[in-house]
């Protein structure tokens, strides 16, 4: 954690670096009221904020040893699983999920991935139902939650179900 | 409110089309709430853009039961699983799964759903008395008060979600108070941080920012996880005998009181309410040694105060237009939506609004009470499906729900963003419950701010010197002094030296 709070304080401090930059570039003078009027002003503050708590992460993470080890020794208390409950009742659902895909970082790529084809490639680009169901189907074939006929059911049958409901019966606006 | 006027509000609601909408959204609320990786919020914020065309007060009808809905159906998996369905149930694991373990899981449940029943009765009872009192209060508040408050609401909630760390917490909260500013200032309408971009110019939707940080975030984390879940325990006997809850009676009435109180505190939310309930529980308990072994006690705790919870976040909503959590932030979203304007002025604008929303409340408890009962082992097949096949369909509806609002492509992307966002914060121990209010309480800080400012010729001191800006500085200052190391040690030698 005090690598991870070294570099997110780095990013904190020079975002607000660039928002205090842009908020200074604001008008200041000539908007109808005195300085403290100015659509800058409560941004600028903020901006200060921000880099002084992104300063405090770095020197922490830098200084802090004692505050991480007692970090590491306080319980998280919003969480609940116990190692040998969550054993018991978490089972293997994917016995067919090959090795490479048990790797935590390359399942939240993939999975970022996908939807980012669906959001940015196939929405807007294709009709509705075509668009959902490719996206719908890839990611249950890639996951391996179902061979390919059974993804593509499932992906036609979610697809024209969202569609129906939402279009038809709420009369909402769909991509 | 007159009890009269809240009877004659929920038999208005009595029609066959409100009822449908009220049982729906309910059932719809306990799946989503039971499904691990989908929250409250995240089922109330889909809604808000999926019921966009509806009348506001059937809107209302579909969002409430929807939120009371889902605090309730995160007991399921809690119970079952192991994991909380959303994570205002994180408490209920601790008792809940062990009871499913010694093969108490239909009692644990029928438990759950009563002590839910009973805690959100009591949410709308105080509901309705404390509204209108708050709402009398708020009637005092000036620009100073309302600014105060936004930083008083971004301290605390910084301060409890990230009960380790509030650094971090405060540091989502100024984050979220930040990206509120983009847009079009309230006062001139000069753009900010727009970049010429002219989707940018009318801010970033609330609607995206709250999917993306609480769904789609979400969904990464799951698939994430290599091992999916499965449902081994039995269930059985499901409604739990009267004489087991009123041996409780203690324990409920103080739950609900922590739920209420934590509930209207600003962004704090359900789940913290829980763990405060829980660890109360324990403290008062005749057997605290049972804590965490199946202890009954201990579920009905944390049960009844994160319903509870829910009616306390609703009051801050409707009397200040400030959130108590983050499912009520999006209620108020969708308030503002369908053209309804919580606030000081809500009582003289819509004077029966209140007493809608509470028998809105009465509505919802007992569809979620006949649906928790009545449909055990139907629910519990909802658990049985597939991540694989569950998350890619959550993220299509969230796509469809940040479109849906203002039919531009550009909120899907910028959910799609803010899910990334909302998962490195997730990784990096950033909670995301200040981020948002942060970004609701945004523009009401920037404009009472300014307004103050001007009004007196950039003179601060009223800041300070008003008597209810004094009060809520105060608490803020107790908060953040609460944190430090120094006043901890501080009052740990008082206590030793009085203990001897």
Not at chain 2, 77 to 98: F, K, R, V
Not at chain 2, 213 to 228: K, L, S, T, W
Not at chain 2, 386 to 406: D, E, H, K, Y
């Amino acid at each position: 954690m005090r690598k991870k709070d070294f570099w997110s304080g780095l990013v904190l401090v020079l975002s607000a670096l660039a928002f205090l930059a842009a908020s200074l570039r604001l008008p200041w003078r000539d908007t109808g009221y005195d300085w403290f009027g100015s659509p800058g002003f409560v941004p600028a503050i903020l901006a200060g904020f921000l880099s002084l708590g992104g300063i405090r992460l770095m020197l922490r993470s830098r200084a802090g040893g004692a505050f991480y080890d007692s970090l590491a020794a306080t319980p998280d208390p919003c969480a609940c699983d116990a190692p040998e409950d969550a054993a018991e009742s978490a089972g293997e659902r994917e016995p067919a999920v090959p090795a490479w895909m048990r790797s935590e970082p390359l399942r939240g790529a993939l999975t970022v991935a996908l939807c980012g084809a669906y959001v940015f490639l196939l929405m807007g680009r294709l009709p509705y139902i075509p668009a959902t169901f490719l996206f719908l189907a890839g990611f249950i074939l890639v996951f391996r939650g179902a061979g390919l006929p059974r993804s593509g059911v499932i992906g036609a049958a979610a697809s024209v179900s969202i569609w129906f409901v939402f279009y038809k019966i709420f009369a909402v606006f769909l991509p | 409110m007159s009890l009269s006027t809240l009877f004659s509000e929920f038999f208005a609601l009595m029609t066959p089309g409100t009822i449908f909408n009220a049982f729906w959204a309910t059932g719809f609320g306990i799946i989503v709430g039971m499904l691990p990786g989908l929250t409250a919020t995240m089922g109330v914020a889909l809604l808000t853009g999926l019921t966009f065309r509806f009348m506001p007060e059937q809107a209302m009808v579909v969002l409430i039961s929807t939120y009371v809905g889902a605090i309730y159906g995160g007991s399921r998996s809690a119970i079952l699983l192991n994991i909380p369905g959303t994570p205002a149930n994180a408490a209920t694991c601790l008792d809940g799964h062990p009871l499913a373990r010694r093969g108490e899981a239909g009692y644990a449940i029928g438990l759950a759903t009563t002590s839910s029943a009973i805690g959100t009765l009591f949410g709308l009872v105080c509901l309705a008395i404390f509204s209108p009192l708050l709402g009398a209060i708020a009637l005092k508040f000036g620009s100073w008060e309302f600014f105060v408050l936004s930083i008083f609401g971004i301290i605390i909630c910084g301060n409890l979600t990230a009960p380790r760390d509030p650094l971090k917490g405060w540091i989502a909260g100024i984050v979220g108070l930040l990206l509120s500013q983009v847009g079009q200032d309230p006062i001139q309408a000069i753009p900010r941080f727009t970049f010429g971009e002219l989707q940018l110019m009318g801010g970033l939707s609330l609607i995206p920012v709250l999917v993306g940080a609480y769904g789609v975030g979400e969904i990464i984390e799951v698939m994430q996880r290599p091992i999916d879940y499965t449902v081994r325990s039995v269930v059985r006997r499901v409604i739990p005998p009267l004489a087991d809850l009123l041996r409780y009676w203690k324990t409920i009435l103080r739950s609900g009181v922590i739920g209420v109180i934590i509930g209207a505190i600003p962004g704090v939310g359900e789940d913290t309410a829980s763990w405060i309930a829980y660890d109360t529980a324990k403290r008062f308990s005749d057997h605290p040694e049972e804590f965490g072994r199946g202890s009954h006690e201990g579920l009905i705790a944390a049960e009844t105060a994160n319903n509870a919870c829910v009616g306390g976040a609703i009051i801050p909503v409707l009397t200040l237009a400030v959130p108590g959590s983050a499912p009520a932030a999006v209620l108020l979203a969708a308030m503002w939506l369908h053209g309804i304007r919580p606030g000081p002025l809500l009582p003289i604008e819509q004077p029966l609004f209140i007493a809608t929303v509470t028998a809105i409340f009465l509505l919802s408890t007992i569809a979620m009470t006949v649906l928790g009962l009545a449909l055990v082992r139907p629910l519990v097949k909802v658990l049985q499906i597939s991540r694989t096949i569950l998350m890619p369909v959550v993220f299509a509806l969230c796509c469809v729900g940040s479109f849906a609002v203002s039919g531009r492509m550009f909120d899907v992307h910028l959910m799609f963003l803010f899910g990334i966002l909302g998962y490195f914060m997730r990784r990096n121990d950033f909670p995301a419950a200040p981020m948002v209010l942060g970004f609701i309480l945004g523009p009401m800080a920037d404009d009472n701010f300014r307004r103050a400012m001007i009004i007196t010729g950039g003179d601060i001191t009223p800041f300070f010197t008003r008597p209810l800006s004094v009060v809520l500085w105060l608490l803020t200052l107790a908060v953040v002094l609460s944190r430090s190391a120094l006043v901890r040690g501080w009052l740990a030698s008082l206590a030793r030296r009085r203990s001897r």
